[in-house]
């Protein structure tokens, strides 16, 4: 499985930003997607997970903020933020696996197995 993570860049703080996450060679139709961010620092924390069910996930700073999703082909994997601080800044990545994760396990980045690039994030203050 290749994921290729696009959408990054400048915002303002307060302002919005949709990043994306493409898979080829499977679908998201099953297991587990998710969104993790590192900034320089500090170590990679999970954003949002999103489950083959539909049940999301969400770190409780981001909570009524962002917004994961997938589209209908289940293809692509969607990471709208709204309300962006400087502290939300970093380096977000998309990883999966094909396990449908409990939720107890689904903030440890070691239970994924495929991972994207990574897209900057920049908030300006």
């Known amino acids: 499985v290749q994921l290729q993570a696009s959408g990054g860049g400048l915002v303002q703080t307060g302002g919005s930003l949709r990043i994306s996450c493409t898979a080829s060679?499977?679908?998201?139709?099953?297991?587990?997607m998710a969104w993790f961010r590192q900034a320089p620092g500090t170590e990679r924390e999970i954003v949002a997970a999103?489950?083959?069910?539909?049940?999301?996930y969400y770190r409780d700073s981001v909570k009524g903020r962002f917004t994961i999703s997938r589209d209908a082909a289940k293809t692509t994997m969607y990471l709208q933020m709204n309300s962006l601080k400087p502290e939300d800044a970093a380096v977000y990545y998309c990883?999966?696996?094909?396990?449908?994760?409990?939720?107890?396990?689904?903030?440890?980045?070691?239970?994924?197995?495929?991972w994207g690039q990574g897209t900057q994030v920049t908030v300006s203050s």
């Open positions: 999103i489950r083959w069910t539909g049940n999301t």
């Open positions: 060679g499977r679908t998201f139709s099953s297991g587990t």
């Open positions: 990883a999966t696996t094909s396990r449908a994760l409990i939720l107890s396990t689904v903030p440890d980045d070691t239970f994924y197995d495929d």
